[in-house]
């Protein structure tokens, strides 16, 4: 089982008491074709430090930081599109129920990290993208840069869970290197292969050796 395998069951699997059937449904469907980029950075990012970490001891963090991502990028697109201004019948019930999903994402990532050494890092993240989301409304807001941050804020997320999971902090020079990776990506992340590199593992492991 590779590593995008494995972070998308483990987010699924976090979500699979969810009720109703239908959010339940909505939330898996999301998960089913989406890049799990940031939950397999979690995991490429402990076995670069711990090449021998057993994969369930990171899986749920990279769980974490998934779902996170999917329910702050759900909320920006229907911060963006307000699809109720142009509701038709039945699509601002769909609406809702995207709304519902975001939260339920969102906090459901929250509870996979709360209590590990990233809980601090997920929650600055929310108040990151609050912050970002309310400055975008400024007349001299620099849109595409305030929307980028939540990529780079997730993969930075990314290496705080997957160092953590190994002991340590990851070194400031780490942190850069994660918002480095993330900086070419506009409003989403392509699939894990194309995103992170056969050097990238070599990379972390080089920048984290002076991790305390």
Not at 61 to 77: P, S
């Amino acid at each position: 089982m590779d590593d995008v395998v494995r972070a998308r069951n483990a987010a699924r699997e976090a979500l699979a008491d969810v009720e109703p059937t239908r959010l339940r449904s909505v939330l898996d469907d999301r998960l089913v074709d989406t890049a799990v980029t940031p939950g397999v950075l979690a995991i490429v990012t402990a076995r670069a430090l711990s090449p021998d970490i057993a994969v369930e001891r990171v899986a749920e963090r990279a769980a974490g930081v998934q779902l996170i991502y999917e329910g702050l990028r759900l909320t920006r697109r229907l911060a963006h599109e307000e699809p109720w201004l142009a509701a038709t019948e039945g699509t601002d019930i769909d609406a809702d129920l995207d709304v519902l999903a975001a939260d339920v994402l969102v906090s459901r990532g929250f509870s996979l990290l709360s209590r590990t050494e990233a809980a601090d890092a997920a929650v600055e993240v929310v108040r990151s993208f609050g912050r970002d989301q309310t400055q975008r409304r400024q007349p001299d807001a620099d849109i595409e840069a305030l929307d980028r941050n939540l990529e780079e804020d997730v993969f930075e997320l990314a290496v705080v869970a997957g160092t953590t999971a190994v002991g340590g902090d990851p070194p400031t020079e780490l942190l850069a290197y994660a918002r480095e990776l993330a900086a070419d990506y506009d409003g989403g992340f392509p699939p894990a292969g194309q995103a992170l590199s056969d050097g990238t593992a070599d990379r972390i492991a080089t920048l984290s050796e002076e991790r305390v």
